[in-house]
């Protein structure tokens, strides 16, 4: 039995062996010879399989454009004999006239042989007469640009009457360290040029490099059918139409534009700000809301910086919001805009100015400098200040010399003697008073006294050692919010109120981490600065006599 299995499986193996080598592979053109214009497909042929297998085509793409493939497996039965046999058919587009080469490819463990085709060219006559049927036209904005200034790229498509499309309009182009978006939706129309009537079909997109040098906007071709008329013979021809290769220098940020400023390079920038509900006065403790708006023609909105807003904590109370940052592409240039919300609380009244914000940017229509400030505003705030009483532990008593009258300066002949009974009751309910006031006071210390997290200023130290602009102002942050008791955004505002020389240090670290992506060392007299300023503050007791409550709620 063992031996019949084995001589059954070394037959099937043989019959294997004999049926791959059998197979047999051919390969044969449609035609010898055809115009630049026309395709030709190229047959192979398998026979005594069944199996299909994957082409390498790669071969091909030199001198053709591989248009269709497809596959069929076959079999027949003729006078009792049976042939299987599997077809692939390949449409190809000569790329260039002349004596092209078919080269071999491998099917399984075989190839094809090696074929030629002669290409024809076009008569110049007949050239023409494709090229005023379907053509593109493609322009740019410009062909030198700054880094992160906006390219248009415009892209239309041009077709005559009987002209047929075939393949899909190309999308986007695809460009290395550059963003590119779509401006609107892909538009369609009718034009003339040179007084003939056509169909056309627009893109825009808009390009925004992000390195300096130079990049390409790559060519892009379609495939479309045209009719022509040669001699008394009507035909039609397959044509690919393209563009081709666009190379776009971009320059470096110009040695002209402030390096102390974030780069911003746009063709129109405005700034402006509200305040709501608008109104000739406002009292003491309503809430306001302070919008900062930056609107941006030629660029996306996240290449604005955060604007500076910094109010006295002994003017207002302030609580910002995070930004809200959009983009426009719906018309032919980008449009980006930022708007920055706080809320803000008078704390007294009188005419409270707000300070006046300023955004420097780079005019890419007239290759200048441009500065947009918002216009001076002055609050009209009416009703009763919002008292702060801050009690420091060094701070001295009131002396009691001062507060003493003698009876001899006492009017009306009215003695010591004789108020006797009344100064003991007075003094008896002052006793309790002082008492509740002494209690009431250790309570709000008790309160407002929270317990310093151990490391923060430990961190704070380490990134002024460091050097660094993004650990200290993290660390700076958490070590006023903890000082202060307050947010971090209030906190900085707080602390930048110390003096003139700690608003500038400060507004130096801002200018050094929003630099919109150039190099820009956080000057060393800086970080001396803030180590002074902060060296400056004493730990203290503060109790706010405050009728406000927070308009948001606070964890510690």
Known sequence: MVGRLTVLLLMLACAAVGSDARAAVSAQLSAQSIDELETVRLGIKITDTRQ?????????????????????????????????????????????????????????????????LEVHPLSAQTRRVIDELVFFEN????????????????????????VQLYSD??????????????????????TQRHGKPYGVVEQQYAIFPETSGTFTVPGVSITASVRLIEGNRVSRK?????????????????????????WLPATNV?????????????????????????????????????LTFYLSDKDYRVYPRAPAIEDDTTSSTVKGSRLQTTAIVPLKPGQLRLPQTELYWWDTLN??????????????????????????????????????????????????????????GIIGVSVVLAGLFGLSRLLGKLRTLRPRKPNVHHQLQQAFTATDGKMIHHALAAYLADFYGCPSAAAFTRFSDLSEDTKAAMEALNRHLYAGGREMQLPSGAIAQLQASVAQLRPRFTQHINPLPDLYPQTS
């Open 52 to 116: 299909t297998q994957a082409l390498d085509l790669s071969a091909l793409e030199k001198d053709f454009h591989v248009m269709n493939t497809s596959t069929a497996r076959r079999s027949q039965f003729l006078n009792g004999r049976g042939q299987s046999w599997v077809d692939y058919q390949i449409t190809l587009q000569p790329k260039r006239t002349g004596t092209l080469t078919i080269p071999s490819i491998a099917v399984g463990n075989q190839r094809t042989p090696t074929l030629e």
């Open 139 to 162: 322009s740019v904005s410009a062909s030198t640009i700054y880094v992160q200034s906006q390219l248009i790229l415009t892209r239309r498509l041009l077709y005559s009457q009987g």
């Open 238 to 262: 397959g044509v690919r139409v393209g563009t081709s290769d666009q190379q776009i220098t971009v320059l470096p940020v110009p040695a002209i534009y402030p390096a102390d400023q974030p």
């Open 270 to 306: 405005t700034l402006f700000d509200v305040i709501s509900p608008n109104g000739p006065e406002h009292q003491v403790g309503d809430t306001l809301t302070h919008e900062l708006f930056v609107h941006i023609e030629g660029n996306i909105g996240s290449i604005s910086p955060p």
């Open 169 to 190: 309009l190309p999308g986007a182009p695809e460009i290395a360290d550059a963003v590119v978006l779509p401006l609107g939706e892909t538009s369609s129309g009718t």
């Open 367 to 424: 290759n200048e400098v441009r500065i947009s400030r918002t216009k001076p505003q002055t609050l009209h705030v009416t009703g009763q200040a919002v008292v702060a009483v801050l009690v420091e532990e060094d701070a001295e008593t009131t002396d009691a010399a001062q507060l003493e009258k003698s009876a001899d300066e006492m009017p009306w002949g009215v003695t010591w003697q004789s108020l006797l009974p009344y100064a003991l």
